[in-house]
C-alpha cells in the first residue's frame, strides 16, 4: 500500500494541505509522512557567505519545529505520522523521496493569489505537474480556503 | 573653527546665566515641559505630528517676549538636545541592517550634503545676490535633515525597516557632516583666514574621520569595560548618558585633551560612533534588566530633549520678521525643494544603474525626497552665526531663511507625510496583524490576572473558596481567548508563520542575552562569549534573511503602475 506525502513549509497554505493530508490519510488508511526540504540553495541570490552555515542551520531548526506542528495536528486527529527533512533542491528532493517511499499521493499547499516564488522559481502548479509526469503519483494542491470549511481538531 | 563649546564652560552653559534667575529658568523649564505634555495628550485625538504641534504651540507662545526665563543660544541646542537625541536615535539601529545600506547612506550624507550645500548656496546667490561664503553657509546648515517627526510616522505606520534605516542613517551622518562645511563655510567668510579647496578637504577628512574615531574609542571602552564587567542598571545607564554628552565634548575639545591648540573633531558624528557602538555591542552584554531600564531612560530622555527642542524651535521662529523676508524665504524653500530632489533622484538613479540588486525602490525615494525636513541642527547652526561674520543684515537674512525653511517643511511636508506613505503603500499595517496583537494581548492579559489572583491565594490574601470561583471565571475566559486567537489564525493562516518567526527571534535573543549574563558572572571566558554572539548573530541574521524571503519584511516593496 502506498503512503501520502505532504510536503510543508509552514507557509500560508500549509495548514490546509496538512489538514487536507491528514483527511486523505484517514479515509484512505494509508500511512502519512510529512516532508520538510531545506535548501541549502535558495537564497543563493541574497546570501552572505559566512551566513550560510547558520541559515541552513536555522532552516533546520524551522523544519523540525513546523513538522511537529503538523504531526500534532495529526496526533490531535488520532493519526500516527512520520516526519521526514531533507537538504537538496526543493522540486527534486520531493521527487525523489515521493519515489523512495512509493507514495500514491502528494499534498501541496498553496497560498491565496499567485504562487510565484514558492517552491524555488516554479508556480506550484507547474511543480506539482512536473511531479505527476515523472512519478506515478497524484499531486493534490490545497489552498488555505480548505480550512475554512472544516474544524481542524484543537491541539493544545 | 571647531564648535566652540569647551569642559569649563558646560556649567555655565547649564546654569543658563544670561536672563534672569536659576528660579525663574527652572520655573520657565517647568512650564515647557508640562506644555509639552499637554500637547502630547492633545495630539493622541488628532492626527498631527507630535513635533508640529509642538512648533505651532511654540509659535503662539512666543507672541509673549519673556515667556523664557533664558536665551536660546546654538550652544544650548548643539551642546545639550542634540547629543542626547542623536543617542538615542542611534542605539535603536542595528548594525547589520545599516551595514546592508551603508553605501548609499553615506554618500547621500557625504556628497549629497555637498552637491545640496553648492545647489541651494548657488541659488541663493543668483536670486538673492547674498555673497558665496555667506550663501554656503546657508545650503550647508539647511542640509541638515531632522527626521524626528517622519519616523514617527514610519514607527506608527510599520513602514519598511530598510526605508527607516536610510532616512535615519542619512540625517544622522549628515547632521555631521553639513556642521563641518557650515563651519569651513565660516572660516571662508572670516578675513581672517581663506581656505583653499585642497585644505577645505583635509579639514573636512580629519574633523569627521576624527569624530568617528573618538565616538568608536570610547563607545568601546563603555561596551566592553564597563557594560560588560558591571551588572548594576543604574551604573550602567548612568554610563551611557556620560558617554553621549562626553564623546561630544572630547571630540569637540579634542585639543585640549592631547595638548594641541585648535585641534577639534566633530561632536556629532562622535555621538553617531558611540552611539552604535553600544546600541550594538554594549547592550549584547547588559541583563534583560539593564536593557530595559535603558530603553526606557532613553526613550524618556529622548521625549523629553525633543518636546524642548520643538516647542523652542516655534518660540525662537520670529513671526514679525518672516512677513518683510518673505522673498528670501521663498526662494530658500524653492531652492531646498528642487535641490533635494535633484538630489535624491539621481542618486537613486546613479546608485541603481551600479548596484541593481541593491537599488533604492521608486517609492522609497519619493519618501525620502518629500521627508527631508529640517530642524534643530539647522536652527542651531543659523543661531550661531554671528553678525561679525557676514555682517548683521546678511546674519538676520540667513536665520529669518532658516526660520521659513524649517517651519515650512515642518509644516508643510511634515503634515503631508502621513497621506504620501499611505499613497505609496508603505504602511504595512494590516488589519489582520493588529487584530492579532489585540487577541494575543487580551490572552495575555488575562494569564496575568489568573497569575495574580494564584499569588495572592498563596499569600494567603484570598480565600481559597473566592479564589477557587474567580479562578474558574479566568478558565472560561482564557479558553474563550484561546478559541477566538486559533479562530482568528484560522482565517489568516500566514500570521502562524509570522508567529512562528516573531517567536524565533525573541528565543534567539534570549539566548543572547543568557550568554552575556555568562559572561558577566565569569562562567565563560571572553573568547567564548565572543564566539558565541558571533555565532546568534549568525543565526539572527539568518532568520531576518528568511523573513525577507517569505516576503514578511517590506523592504524593497514597490508599487508596480499600471
Redesign the interface.
Known amino acids: 500500500m502506498g503512503s501520502i506525502v505532504c510536503a510543508t513549509r509552514g507557509g500560508e497554505g500549509s495548514r490546509a494541505a496538512q489538514m487536507a493530508a491528514i483527511e486523505q490519510a484517514k479515509a484512505t488508511d494509508k500511512p502519512l509522512i510529512f516532508l520538510y526540504v531545506v535548501d541549502p540553495h535558495s537564497l543563493d541570490d541574497e546570501i552572505d557567505e559566512s551566513l550560510r552555515e547558520a541559515l541552513l542551520a536555522e532552516l533546520n531548526w524551522m523544519g523540525e519545529t513546523l513538522l511537529r506542528i503538523a504531526q500534532k495536528r495529526a496526533d490531535a486527529a488520532y493519526l500516527g505520522t512520520e516526519v521526514r527533512i531533507r537538504r537538496g533542491n526543493v522540486r527534486d528532493e520531493i521527487t525523489r523521496f515521493v519515489k523512495d517511499v512509493k507514495a500514491d499521493l502528494l499534498v501541496l499547499g498553496a497560498p491565496r493569489g499567485t504562487t510565484a516564488n514558492v517552491f524555488g522559481d516554479d508556480a506550484i502548479e507547474r511543480l506539482g505537474k512536473w511531479i505527476e509526469e515523472h512519478t506515478a503519483v497524484s499531486v493534490q494542491i490545497t489552498r488555505p480556503d480548505y480550512v475554512k470549511s472544516k474544524k481542524e481538531p484543537a491541539t493544545r | 573653527m571647531g564648535f566652540p563649546v569647551l569642559p569649563d564652560q558646560l556649567p555655565q552653559l547649564l546654569l543658563a546665566q544670561e536672563n534672569g534667575g536659576l528660579v525663574q529658568q527652572e520655573l520657565s523649564l517647568m512650564i515647557l515641559l508640562f506644555i509639552a505634555a499637554m500637547v502630547a495628550i492633545v495630539v493622541r485625538r488628532i492626527r498631527l505630528p507630535y513635533t508640529v504641534a509642538l512648533v505651532l504651540v511654540g509659535l503662539v507662545l512666543s507672541f509673549f517676549p519673556n515667556f523664557l526665563g533664558f536665551t536660546v543660544s546654538s550652544d544650548l541646542i548643539l551642546a545639550i538636545l542634540v547629543p542626547p537625541l542623536i543617542f538615542e536615535a542611534t542605539l535603536h539601529i542595528p548594525w547589520r541592517s545599516l551595514k546592508k545600506d551603508l553605501l548609499p547612506v553615506l554618500l547621500l550624507a557625504v556628497f549629497g550634503t555637498l552637491v545640496g550645500t553648492f545647489l541651494v548656496g548657488g541659488l541663493v546667490v543668483e536670486f538673492l545676490g547674498i555673497p558665496w561664503p555667506a550663501a554656503l553657509a546657508f545650503g550647508a546648515l539647511i542640509s541638515a535633515t531632522d527626521p524626528v517627526a517622519v519616523i514617527a510616522f514610519f514607527r506608527s505606520l510599520g513602514v519598511s525597516k530598510r526605508l527607516t534605516i536610510l532616512v535615519e542613517g542619512e540625517s544622522l551622518f549628515n547632521d555631521g557632516v553639513a556642521i563641518v562645511i557650515f563651519n569651513l563655510a565660516l572660516a571662508a567668510g572670516t578675513a581672517s583666514s581663506s581656505l583653499g579647496l585642497g585644505e577645505a578637504l583635509q579639514e573636512f577628512s580629519i574633523v569627521a574621520f576624527g569624530g568617528v574615531a573618538v565616538g568608536l574609542v570610547m563607545g568601546y571602552v563603555v561596551s566592553y569595560i564597563i557594560l560588560k564587567n558591571v551588572d548594576d542598571h543604574l551604573i550602567e545607564t548612568a554610563t551611557t548618558v556620560a558617554l553621549a554628552f562626553g564623546s561630544f565634548v572630547v571630540a569637540e575639545s579634542f585639543g585640549q585633551f592631547v595638548g594641541v591648540e585648535g585641534l577639534h573633531f566633530s561632536g556629532i558624528l562622535a555621538v553617531v560612533a558611540a552611539g552604535l557602538m553600544v546600541g550594538n555591542i554594549g547592550t549584547l552584554n547588559t541583563s534583560p534588566t539593564t536593557k530595559l531600564t535603558l530603553d526606557n531612560f532613553w526613550e524618556f530622555l529622548s521625549f523629553v530633549v525633543n518636546s524642548l527642542v520643538f516647542l523652542l524651535i516655534g518660540l525662537e521662529i520670529e513671526l514679525s520678521q518672516l512677513r518683510p523676508n518673505i522673498i528670501p524665504i521663498i526662494v530658500a524653500v524653492v531652492a531646498i525643494i528642487l535641490s533635494r530632489g535633484v538630489i535624491i533622484y539621481t542618486f537613486g538613479w546613479v546608485y541603481g544603474r551600479f548596484q541593481p ?1 541593491n537599488r533604492i525602490p521608486l517609492n522609497f525615494q519619493h519618501v525620502m525626497y518629500w521627508g527631508g525636513l529640517r530642524g534643530a541642527i539647522s536652527l542651531a547652526l543659523a543661531l550661531s552665526i554671528e553678525n561679525a561674520v557676514f555682517g548683521s543684515d546678511v546674519a538676520l537674512e540667513l536665520r529669518v531663511m532658516t526660520f521659513g525653511v524649517v517651519l515650512f517643511t515642518l509644516l508643510g511636508q511634515g503634515m503631508t507625510i502621513e497621506k504620501l506613505i499611505q499613497r505609496l503603500k508603505l504602511a504595512d499595517k494590516p488589519p489582520q496583524r493588529v487584530e492579532l496583537q489585540r487577541r494575543q494581548a487580551t490572552l495575555f492579559a488575562k494569564w496575568a490576572g489568573q497569575h495574580e489572583l494564584g499569588r495572592l491565594r498563596d499569600n494567603g490574601i484570598l480565600f481559597r473558596d473566592i479564589w477557587e470561583s474567580m479562578n474558574q471565571v479566568y478558565d472560561e475566559e482564557i479558553l474563550e481567548k484561546k478559541a477566538n486567537l ?1 479562530a482568528h489564525l ?2 489568516f ?2 500570521l ?2 509570522e508567529m ?1 518567526l516573531q517567536a ?1 527571534e525573541d528565543a534567539l535573543n534570549a539566548e543572547r542575552s543568557a550568554i552575556g549574563e555568562a559572561s558577566r558572572r565569569g562562567l565563560i571566558s571572553n573568547e567564548v562569549h565572543d564566539e558565541l554572539i558571533i ?1 546568534l548573530n ?2 539572527v ?3 531576518d ?2 523573513k ?3 516576503g514578511l519584511d517590506v523592504e524593497n516593496k514597490e508599487v508596480h503602475h499600471g
Do not use: T, V
Open positions: 540588486r486559533r484560522q482565517d493562516p500566514e502562524e508563520q512562528y524565533r555565532e549568525n543565526r541574521a539568518a532568520l534573511l528568511i525577507k524571503n517569505r
